[in-house]
């Protein structure tokens, strides 16, 4: 996990689909295609499948923050 600001360091090309609180990223320097980034820091997709396994609360809280709605 990075946080947003080493991402911007980084070279990380943001966008912003459905909140602002959630930025999907792409860097250059990394071998992945996304970077999942919230205020927290930035995950790859696959560390957050890991994350949400063992705390599926947290899975609930991003797609709140995601969507905006339960």
Partial sequence: MITLS????AGAVCLSLLSPEVL???IP???TD???CM???C???R?????WKHHPERRYAF???LYGAP
């Fill in 43 to 45: 995950r790859t997709p």
């Fill in 34 to 36: 996304v970077v999942i």
């Fill in 63 to 65: 797609y709140l923050k």
């Fill in 6 to 9: 080493a991402a911007a360091k």
């Fill in 24 to 26: 999907f990223c792409k």
């Fill in 29 to 31: 320097k990394l071998q």
């Fill in 39 to 41: 205020s927290d820091g």
């Fill in 47 to 51: 560390h957050l499948y890991r994350e």
